[in-house]
């Protein structure tokens, strides 16, 4: 089976030429998602590095501070919401006339809950799968981005790392909570996922509450 969901510190991203370039696999499928030893070192490393922090106030965020929603950041003729579709999704059909820029249908080997979902492109069915950020904009903002310029603030929201396709209804769950108030309901990946999320804010230096860092050292000391 192939599985584009990647794991931090162990997939590699791949920027291809022509449209829905960005690639990203693991060896394996939903259920082989628990980072290696060294993996976990250092995503445990980089989490010891992390600012410690409160909060900063919500006040002022908005989605559009973080550019226009899944803009064709890296060029290729395709918005970032359909490069990552294309990516994390499997058989997937696409929109003639649009050099599979346009994903119509796909399944979806989710990684939050293990289940496969069909994806169907249309206003009614889109939702099933959405595209989550593992460190959410809003979380983000409270926690260094209000400092931060508007054209890194829109390479944050459209960077391959902090995308993930998902199932719909749990990023809505998950809404913009951090990792000291909601994880994956699937165990099994809560490893790849807090690795991510900590590959994430090491790279562009969002910091963590102290809960948050508990929490996350809490996960990774169990995988």
Same mark, same amino acid.
């Given at each position: 089976?192939?599985?584009?969901?990647?794991?931090?510190?162990?997939?590699?991203?791949?920027?291809?030429?022509?449209?829905?370039?960005?690639?990203? =696999?693991?060896?394996?499928?939903?259920?082989?998602?628990?980072?290696?030893?060294? %993996?976990?070192?250092?995503?445990?490393?980089?989490?010891?590095?992390?600012?410690?922090?409160?909060?900063?106030? *919500?006040?002022?965020?908005?989605?559009? *501070?973080?550019?226009?929603?899944?803009?064709?950041?890296? =060029?290729?003729?395709?918005?970032?919401?359909?490069?990552? &579709? *294309? =990516?994390?999704?499997?058989?997937?059909?696409? *929109?003639?006339?649009?050099?599979?820029?346009?994903?119509?249908? #796909?399944?979806?080997?989710?990684?939050?809950? #293990?289940?496969?979902?069909?994806?169907?492109?249309?206003?009614?069915?889109?939702?099933?799968?959405?595209?989550?950020?593992?460190?959410?904009?809003?979380?983000?903002?409270?926690?260094?981005?209000?400092?931060?310029?508007?054209?890194?603030?829109?390479?944050?929201? $459209?960077?391959?790392?902090?995308?993930?396709?998902?199932?719909?209804?749990? $990023?809505?769950?998950?809404?913009?909570?951090? %990792?000291?108030?909601?994880?994956?309901?699937?165990?099994? @990946?809560?490893? %790849? @996922?807090?690795?991510?999320?900590?590959?994430? /804010?090491? /790279?562009?230096?969002?910091?963590?509450?102290?809960?948050?860092?508990?929490?996350?050292? #809490?996960? &990774?000391?169990?995988?």
């Amino acid at each position: 089976m192939r599985v584009r969901a990647f794991m931090a510190g162990l997939a590699t991203v791949t920027m291809l030429a022509g449209c829905g370039g960005l690639e990203a =696999r693991s060896s394996g499928g939903v259920s082989d998602a628990k980072p290696d030893s060294a %993996a976990v070192a250092d995503a445990k490393k980089k989490l010891g590095e992390l600012e410690v922090k409160g909060r900063a106030p *919500k006040t002022g965020f908005d989605r559009d *501070k973080f550019g226009p929603a899944w803009s064709d950041v890296d =060029r290729n003729g395709c918005d970032t919401r359909n490069d990552i &579709l *294309k =990516r994390d999704m499997e058989d997937e059909t696409f *929109k003639s006339g649009t050099h599979d820029c346009i994903v119509l249908t #796909g399944t979806l080997e989710d990684p939050y809950s #293990g289940k496969t979902i069909t994806f169907k492109r249309g206003q009614t069915t889109s939702s099933a799968v959405q595209i989550d950020h593992l460190v959410p904009l809003s979380d983000a903002w409270q926690k260094g981005a209000q400092q931060w310029s508007a054209t890194k603030r829109k390479e944050f929201a $459209n960077d391959p790392l902090n995308l993930l396709a998902v199932d719909g209804p749990l $990023n809505g769950q998950k809404s913009d909570s951090d %990792a000291a108030t909601w994880l994956p309901p699937r165990k099994a @990946y809560r490893c %790849a @996922y807090i690795a991510r999320q900590i590959d994430v /804010k090491a /790279k562009y230096g969002v910091w963590v509450t102290s809960a948050e860092k508990d929490a996350m050292k #809490g996960i &990774l000391d169990s995988c």
